[in-house]
């Protein structure tokens, strides 16, 4: 079956930089996207952006496009999210999910989530 | 501060059937699908509905979706005690180029 694993826990200070995993089995890494969001605590989902994993192309939030990087090792279905310059309104749950198609554009859908990895922002 | 509305909560008895409201503009919800995901509280979310009305295989056709305009409506009916989550609207939006959500309405089950 399709399965998304995160890594663990992060706390972090100010101005410092997180990464996040994502490994993936159960599917062909290459041929879907993968996208990434954040639920900051009591609120709601926030996309983050998109990687194409078969040519490493990527598109970001708007507001978010200047401290963030997407990035993927196909030889091990890992996807990554790095998140520089930290705040403490960065302090979030992380996800990674899957798209259903090989673009994440306006018709495909997520539809195989990580169990979410905590970044705490503290200093 | 959302792009997309949800009122922030809605409650139900069992067997009774609630709606849940998705408020956009036309450079998402008006020109774009819309979808639902449905998130028990300490677990990720997980699709309900895509493509405005589609159930994924193993979603109870207690939940439909709808959509009119700028808005859209997710509906359960026979409310069930394992109904009890908060429930996300999704679209993309052509103006930002990105997924936009809603803050998320969170159903109690009373």
């Known amino acids: 079956q399709i399965q998304l694993v995160q890594s663990g826990t992060e706390v972090k200070k100010p101005g410092a930089s997180v990464r996040v995993s994502c490994k993936t089995s159960?599917?062909?890494?290459?041929?879907?996207?993968m996208t990434w969001m954040r639920q900051a605590p009591g609120q709601g989902l926030e996309w983050l952006g998109l990687i194409r994993p078969y040519n490493g192309y990527t598109q970001y939030s708007q507001k978010l496009q200047d401290r963030v990087i997407m990035t993927t090792d196909t030889s091990t279905s890992t996807a990554y999210m790095e998140l520089r310059g930290l705040r403490s309104d960065d302090t979030a749950v992380y996800y990674c999910a899957s798209c259903s198609g090989y673009d994440c554009l306006k018709w495909d859908y997520f539809d195989s989530w990580g169990q979410g990895t905590l970044v705490t922002v503290s200093s | 501060q959302s792009v997309l509305t949800q009122v922030s909560s809605v409650s139900g008895t069992p067997g009774q059937r609630v709606t849940i409201s998705c408020s956009g503009s036309n450079s998402n919800i008006g020109n774009n699908y819309i979808y639902w995901y449905q998130q028990v509280a300490g677990t990720a979310p997980k699709l309900l509905i895509y493509r405005n009305n589609q159930r994924p295989s193993g979603v109870p056709d207690r939940f439909s979706g709808s959509g009119s305009g700028t808005s859209a409506s997710l509906a359960i009916s026979g409310l069930r005690s394992e109904d009890e989550a908060v429930y996300h609207c999704?679209?993309?939006?052509?103006?930002?180029?990105?997924?936009?959500f809603g803050g998320g309405t969170e159903l109690t089950v009373l």
């Open positions: 159960g599917y062909t890494f290459t041929s879907y996207a």
């Open positions: 999704a679209a993309w939006d052509d103006t930002l180029s990105g997924w936009v």
